[in-house]
């Protein structure tokens, strides 16, 4: 596949079915797993196997720091790292958010935004599957804090970033941009 992302940042991620993702050329590939795996069944055997996040970085990008954060729940993480890109350092941040409980997803959104405080002051780009919508307290938390590249670049949100089955390769990692 031709991919020239400088970073892409991946969730539910079955780490031993999706080599292939991961083993992309001229990238690196930083996992974030879940202590506890997600995976759902059908007819008995399971079909959708969830271990975590990942981060695709293009070889020539400096790693400064990384780190991760499990949610209460245990079975989502984030992950952030610090890079330095022409002389400049940014942070670079991956979640994925409860898809089934607002009061879930609105607590993770919150313990994110208090992980990520310390560096509120450095550039920061938030990337994920947040699992909300506009005009939710989970996206008014995150727009209080950050601005949608979506917004800034179209003038509006898409109307539906998931399933990603009907939207074709829309994805909801491009939501949150850099911080204003």
């Known amino acids: 596949n031709e991919m020239d992302s400088d970073i892409v940042g991946l969730q539910e991620i ?3 079915g999706n080599k292939n993702v991961y083993n992309h050329p001229g990238y690196s590939f930083i996992f974030s797993p879940a202590p506890i795996p997600l995976s759902w069944t059908e007819l ?31 079975t989502r993480v984030a992950q952030r790292m610090k890079i330095r890109v022409n002389g400049k350092e940014i942070w670079i941040v991956n979640t994925h958010l409860d898809n089934i409980s607002d009061e879930v997803k609105l607590e993770q959104a919150l ?8 560096m509120m002051d450095s550039p920061i780009i938030v990337m994920g599957d947040l699992n909300c919508f506009p ?27 998931w399933p990603t089955e009907m939207m074709g390769s829309r994805e909801n990692w491009e939501r949150f941009g850099e911080v204003g």
């Open 111 to 118: 313990t994110l935004i208090e992980w990520l405080r310390p």
């Open 135 to 161: 005009g939710s307290e989970t996206y008014e938390v995150f727009s209080r804090h950050f601005k949608s590249s979506m917004k800034e670049i179209h003038g509006k949100e898409p109307d539906v970033t």
């Open 44 to 74: 008995g055997s399971i079909n959708l196997r969830i271990d975590g996040n990942g981060i695709l970085i293009k070889n020539h990008i400096k790693i400064i720091a990384e780190g991760y954060l499990t949610y209460k729940s245990n």
């Open 14 to 16: 079955d780490y031993n």
